[in-house]
Nanobody, 130 residues
Framework: VKLVESGGGSVQAGGSLRLSCAAS????????VAWFRQVPGKEREVVAT??????????RYASLVEGRATISLDNDAHAVFLQMASLKPDDTAIYYC??????????????????????WGQGTQVTVSS
């Protein structure tokens, strides 16, 4: 498994970004894929998770981004995306893609902390200026 994030950058408040995670070796039907973010000195926090249950896609969002973020996956491209809009300075962080084994949507809840995820990407920096 190899996860590679891209799409980070600097934007002004109110702008949008689309983060990509190239997820080679990840079977979406047997994996929970999540986006986390972390700022220096703080714990890594989950942003959103996604699970493909035989074609039914389960998406979950942390309250801090709900309504402003959309997580999606592309089986053909072996990629997961995080579209974020109405960005705020508080969204500034390194964003990480992570994957964990899952056999049901219950295995892909927001409550699963970083320790649940075995595979991680290197992260991509998102900076939102006011």
């Amino acid at each position: 498994v190899k996860l590679v994030e891209s799409g980070g950058g600097s934007v002004q408040a109110g702008g949008s970004l689309r983060l990509s995670c190239a997820a080679s070796g990840v079977a979406f039907s047997r994996s929970c894929v999540a986006w986390f973010r972390q700022v220096p000195g703080k714990e890594r926090e989950v942003v959103a998770t996604i699970y493909d249950q035989s074609g039914t896609i389960w998406e979950r969002y942390a309250s801090l981004v709900e309504g402003r973020a959309t997580i999606s996956l592309d089986n053909d491209a072996h990629a997961v995306f995080l579209q974020m809009a109405s960005l705020k300075p508080d969204d500034t962080a390194i964003y990480y893609c992570a994957a964990a084994s899952a056999s049901s949507a219950d295995d892909c809840r927001l409550q699963g902390g970083p320790e649940v995820y075995r595979h991680w990407g290197q992260g991509t920096q998102v900076t939102v200026s006011s």
